[in-house]
Protein backbone atom coordinates (compact mmCIF):
# COMPACT_ATOMS: atom_id res chain seq x y z
CA UNK A 1 0.00 0.00 0.00
CA UNK A 2 2.85 2.70 0.64
CA UNK A 3 4.39 1.79 -2.19
CA UNK A 4 1.09 3.04 -4.54
CA UNK A 5 1.08 6.31 -2.49
CA UNK A 6 4.56 6.97 -3.57
CA UNK A 7 3.32 6.49 -6.89
CA UNK A 8 0.00 7.93 -7.00
CA UNK A 9 0.09 10.49 -3.96
CA UNK A 10 -1.78 11.05 -1.38
CA UNK A 11 -5.28 9.68 -2.18
CA UNK A 12 -8.18 12.46 -1.84
CA UNK A 13 -9.06 14.38 0.73
CA UNK A 14 -12.96 13.83 2.40
CA UNK A 15 -15.15 16.20 4.55
CA UNK A 16 -18.05 14.31 5.71
CA UNK A 17 -20.63 16.57 6.65
CA UNK A 18 -22.95 14.81 8.82
CA UNK A 19 -25.95 16.79 9.40
CA UNK A 20 -28.48 15.65 7.31
CA UNK A 21 -31.44 17.82 5.79
CA UNK A 22 -30.44 21.00 6.71
CA UNK A 23 -30.06 24.82 5.18
CA UNK A 24 -27.41 25.69 3.55
CA UNK A 25 -26.61 28.30 6.36
CA UNK A 26 -26.46 25.50 8.62
CA UNK A 27 -23.96 23.89 6.42
CA UNK A 28 -21.77 27.37 6.20
CA UNK A 29 -22.14 27.72 9.80
CA UNK A 30 -20.68 24.18 10.22
CA UNK A 31 -17.68 24.65 7.93
CA UNK A 32 -17.17 28.35 9.78
CA UNK A 33 -17.06 26.90 12.93
CA UNK A 34 -14.82 24.19 11.73
CA UNK A 35 -11.92 26.04 10.30
CA UNK A 36 -9.29 25.32 12.53
CA UNK A 37 -10.00 21.56 12.40
CA UNK A 38 -10.38 21.91 8.57
CA UNK A 39 -7.13 23.42 8.22
CA UNK A 40 -5.72 21.03 10.05
CA UNK A 41 -7.31 18.17 8.34
CA UNK A 42 -5.86 19.33 5.15
CA UNK A 43 -2.45 20.31 6.60
CA UNK A 44 -1.87 16.24 7.61
CA UNK A 45 -0.87 14.03 4.79
CA UNK A 46 -1.49 10.95 7.04
CA UNK A 47 -5.40 11.92 7.26
CA UNK A 48 -7.81 11.53 4.09
CA UNK A 49 -11.12 11.46 6.06
CA UNK A 50 -12.73 14.38 8.43
CA UNK A 51 -16.39 13.83 9.66
CA UNK A 52 -18.21 16.93 10.98
CA UNK A 53 -21.04 16.43 13.30
Not at 18 to 27: A, I, K, Y
Not at 38 to 51: C, E, G, M, V
Request: with cysteine; hydrophobic share 45%.
Amino acid sequence: MHDLSLVFGNPPKVIWIRLGNCSTSQVENLLRQSFDMITLFYQDKNLSLLALP
